[in-house]
């Protein structure tokens, strides 16, 4: 006969607690899983997951190249639109409405690439993909709302040009300084007010399947599909997201172009033409750096149904992240006005640092 071994009370307590014991040291998910019973329980409808991981690098070859670009691109970024919003905020004669907008534009560009490349750059240098749920949305929210106001920004420059040479005469009445203050803030509250909507119903959804992201932050569509609730709404917010990223401003820019075409080939002289459409090449130049990439990549997927899911996310960081590096390079610091205001900062700072430096020299001398 086999042996029979007997238990008491005390014997199953004590076996039972290092059973549980092994468990919790063994497997470090533990608390991410009590987060899912503790939510479910709070909100029988609901399930939140702890947060999410981001995979829309793992399968990319020469994946540290392309962060080295990003980090690059990232530097010149922050560097080149800090140096345009001081030029004209220490430059009285450049506070007028259009370097107003352009000032707006430099903002817009510095938070956009600022809430999604630290972030990319993060995952490569600590190997961490993941990202909390509250985080999650934040970057969410922040991201697509200077999203949105890139193009709005855009869009608002072609307002400045369409006045410019459409109304020349009653420009100075008609764009003044409050009027595009009105308009920028407009645009501002509206959609910092529709994206807090469209993120906001995210909190609806429940996740209880996968939680890994295949994006390069988190995106609104790629996170709304893993839900395993109805996502009707979060749908059709994301297609509304959409017309208001790109149709609205963009069919308000086309109109523009097409007032300011009638406008300059009524003009008589050949010169005057010229110089009209001169005044506009570098806002088209921003248009099509921003609107081709994201049409191609949206009518692709539209009408083709597939697109590589890779070939998707890297389209679209680069998308997303060339533009705030480009905008003030060729628009900003091409205006002669600035370019004027920059080359006297240099000055100014080239002097004072030589009065530091002989001023140095003179205290070590005198020291001595």
């Known amino acids: 006969m086999s042996p029979v071994r007997c238990f008491n009370s005390e014997s ?11 468990v919790v040291l063994k497997h ?3 608390s991410s899983t009590m987060i899912f019973q503790r939510t479910v329980l709070n909100n029988s409808a609901i399930i939140h997951p702890p947060g999410f991981y981001i995979i829309g690098f793992e399968t990319f070859p020469f994946i540290s190249v392309y962060f080295i670009f990003l980090a690059f691109v990232y530097g010149v970024t922050v560097l080149f639109n800090i140096l345009v919003i001081y030029v004209i905020a220490s430059t009285r004669r450049l506070h ?5 907008a352009v000032v707006n534009l430099a903002v817009i560009d510095l938070f956009l690439n600022t ?3 630290p972030s990319m750059i993060k995952i490569f240098l600590i190997k961490n993909n993941f990202i909390p749920f509250n985080l999650c949305l934040l970057q969410m929210y922040v991201y697509y709302v200077f999203a949105s106001l890139e193009s709005f920004a855009l869009a608002i420059l072609a307002y400045d040009r369409l006045i410019a040479i459409c109304f020349p005469l009653r420009h100075n009445s008609i764009n003044t300084v409050r009027s595009m203050c009105c308009i920028v803030s407009v645009t501002w509250f509206l959609v910092m007010g529709v994206i807090a909507f469209t993120t906001g119903i995210m909190t609806r959804l429940s996740f209880c399947r996968s939680v890994r992201v295949f994006s390069y932050f988190c995106d609104y569509a790629p996170v709304f599909r893993l839900a395993c609730n109805d996502n009707t709404m ?40 010229v110089k009209a459409l001169a005044t506009c090449a570098e806002h088209l130049i921003l248009v099509a750096i921003f609107y081709i990439p994201l049409t191609v990549i949206f009518t692709i997927g539209f009408f083709l149904g597939v697109v590589n899911p890779d070939q998707r996310v890297l389209s679209l960081s680069l998308a997303s992240c060339i533009p705030p590096c480009i905008n003030p390079i060729v628009y900003s610091l091409k205006t002669k006005e600035i370019k004027t205001g920059t080359l006297k900062l240099f000055r100014k700072t080239k002097v004072n640092l030589k009065k530091r430096f002989w001023y140095l020299i003179a ?3 005198m020291s001595l």
């Open 363 to 365: 205290q070590t001398v």
């Open 96 to 100: 007028t409405p259009k370097f107003l």
């Open 234 to 273: 979060q749908w059709f917010a994301a297609s509304f997201l959409s017309v208001l990223l790109l149709f609205v401003p963009f069919t308000f820019i086309f109109l523009s172009y097409v007032s300011i075409l009638v406008t300059v080939f009524r003009m008589k002289s050949v010169d005057s033409r």
């Open 115 to 117: 809430c999604t490349i």
């Open 28 to 30: 470090r998910w533990w």
């Open 12 to 22: 199953i307590k004590k076996h039972s607690l290092e059973f549980v014991l092994t």
